[in-house]
């Protein structure tokens, strides 16, 4: 049942703030007005929308057709806005879960309450901690900085930011690296409970699903789920918070006191898109990594992947570059790639446009550049990932709301993102090269258990479609060949590969099924591993995929 104060404000969204297109005056002053709204604000043109987003809390649901951006307001900056004539239209069911108050709900099934399937800050801890212990070949669990709580003495006692790294131990070799983070904007629920998941999905696979296991073997998963803990903790009693706990720069509210992190890394810091002023929820912080949270972070990425791109903003990563770079926001449905402080394209432009549509293939979330589809937002994480080293970098702004429901979360945001984090993970050895290249799936063998010296009959289809439209659409090239391995991926020195032929006699379409035999009498008993891979007109290779083969 809802709390007599609930429904105060549904009263108060359902009267107070009709009719919905303002230049009615904001609900009245008084114990029933929302001490935050979220409301669909009007801009004139791009200049204007980015002047917005230098003032104001945006989303990054922007409608450029209608000329719209959703934006958490307080009552004084909607009054300011009608007052400029603008359209302000209150989104009422959200403005009443952003003032929903939850004092004193529990949760016996633990988790945020009123929202059980997102685990709080302890509990998500205690998830990640518990990986190494029940698998100690794969996991570690590592602190790597102090959060501004735990720096500044006399105050709450803070939190570690803490990184998890999923690899298999026993196999030394350099690996391809990603790095995946969560949770850096507080209120933003889905994100960091996504890659808990993504983590614990992929260590409790290990060795019984063959594309984890090559992954684990060959990559390093490096996850920091909880990027801005304390502020976290904040945003887990309900209230709209959205930076760090930074109280040394002003006398702001709870919910607008600190720093934006994604506004405060050193690369392009200070500046379109980012606030000066201390109380508002872009605030950029008084210099370029002012935070504890934003040097750990930044230190941790510069530790991971090497400089593969040179000093002018003109110049591009290398082809074969490798690392591959991903932050989980919510929300709006979008893949974004750099830059985000300027409407012109990143050296890499064409190789990241080509890899996002491969994610939205899975999610269908807009592919775009940051400040083409959204607004300019100098300082963020991915800019400076790119920018400072050349990584492939990227942000998911996941679903359509802040405190997304469990419902959608389950059946919409996990099944979504979930591949998308895997061909992530694919990817991630040669990020700007294999996503030019054709998805091999639905592998199967004629049998997957044979005596030595029998003859397997191995299948797969070569597709080279698999892109989402959303935000364009990527030319497919017809398959040129695929071929397999046994055992080691095809990158590995001295792994001999094996063509697979075209199941029609030729090699000319767009998606091909494709078919090997593969003779065992050279193969111990025991378990192997075949590694398909395909090849397009164009000489790209995409990503491989595995199955498992038993010789007895």
């Known amino acids: 049942m809802p709390s007599p104060v609930t429904g105060v404000l549904a009263a108060a969204a359902a009267l107070a ?43 990054a649901a922007v409608d450029h057709e209608k000329k719209t951006v959703e934006a958490v307001l307080s009552p004084e900056e909607y009054d300011a806005l009608v007052k400029e004539g603008r359209r302000v239209e209150i989104l009422e069911e959200q403005t009443r879960i952003l003032n929903e108050p939850r004092a004193g709900w529990m949760s016996l099934a633990g988790g945020i309450p009123g929202y059980s399937c997102y685990r709080t800050v302890d509990e998500s801890y205690a998830a990640m901690a518990q ?117 040394s720069e002003g006398s702001c509210s709870t919910t607008t006191y600190g720093v934006d992190l994604n506004r405060n890394s050193s690369f392009d810091w200070g500046g379109a898109g980012a606030s000066s002023s201390v109380c508002n929820d872009t605030y950029r912080g008084r210099s370029a990594a002012s935070e504890p949270e934003t040097k750990t972070l930044e230190n941790y990425i510069l530790s991971l992947f090497p400089d593969q791109r040179g000093p002018a903003a003109t110049d591009p990563a290398p082809a074969d570059a ?27 432009a064409t190789q990241l446009r080509t890899l996002g549509r491969k994610f939205n293939y899975f999610n269908g979330y807009q592919a775009c550049q940051v400040s083409t589809c959204l607004y300019s937002a100098s300082g963020s994480t991915d800019a400076f990932a790119y920018g400072r080293l050349g990584v492939a970098a990227f942000t998911f702004e996941m679903g359509g709301a802040f405190f997304e429901s469990c419902t959608t979360f389950e059946n919409t945001i996990v099944p979504k993102n979930m591949p998308a984090l895997y061909y992530a993970f694919k990817a991630a050895r040669r990020p700007y090269q294999v996503a030019a290249g054709p998805d091999s799936i639905n592998l ?37 060949a695929a071929r397999y391995s046994i055992d080691a991926p095809s990158w590995v020195s001295g792994t001999p590969t094996f063509a697979l032929s075209a199941v029609d006699g030729s090699f000319n379409s767009t998606a091909e099924s494709v078919q090997a035999t593969v003779f065992t009498s050279g193969l111990a008993p025991g378990r192997h591993t075949l590694f398909v891979e395909s090849q397009d007109a164009s000489g790209n290779w995409g990503v491989p995929t595995a199955t498992f083969l038993n010789v007895q």
Not at 34 to 56: I, M, N, Q, Y
Not at 322 to 348: E, F, I, K, R
Request: net charge neutral.
């Open 17 to 59: 703030l009709s009719p919905l297109v303002a230049r009615a005056a904001a609900p009245e002053e008084g114990p029933s007005r929302p001490s935050v709204l979220l409301a669909r604000v009007s801009f004139k043109s791009r200049v204007d929308l980015d002047r917005l987003a230098e003032t104001l809390d945006l989303s």
């Open 322 to 348: 490798t690392g591959l770079m991903l932050s989980l926001h919510s929300y709006g449905g979008y893949v974004l790639y750099p830059w985000s402080a300027t409407t012109a394209a990143a050296p890499n």
């Open 131 to 247: 990986l190494p212990i029940t698998y100690p070949n794969l996991a570690a669990w590592n602190d790597i900085g102090d959060t501004w709580d735990k720096v500044t003495a006399g105050g709450k006692p803070g939190d570690d930011l803490r990184v998890l790294v999923l690899t298999n131990k026993a196999r030394s070799g350099a690996k391809a690296r990603f790095f995946l983070m969560g949770g850096i904007h507080a209120r933003e629920y889905t994100t960091a409970e996504l890659a808990t998941r993504f983590a614990e999905q992929l260590a409790s696979r290990y060795g019984t699903d063959p594309d984890v296991t090559w992954l684990l073997d060959y990559s390093e998963l490096h996850v920091v789920v909880q990027s801005n803990p304390d502020g976290r903790r904040i945003a887990e009693t309900g209230l709209s918070k959205r930076k760090n706990t930074n109280t």
């Open 444 to 480: 199967a063998l004629s049998a997957s258990t044979v005596a030595q010296g029998t003859p397997v009959t191995l299948t797969a289809r070569a597709d080279d479609t698999r892109y989402g439209t959303n935000g364009g659409t990527e030319g497919a090239q017809a398959i040129a």
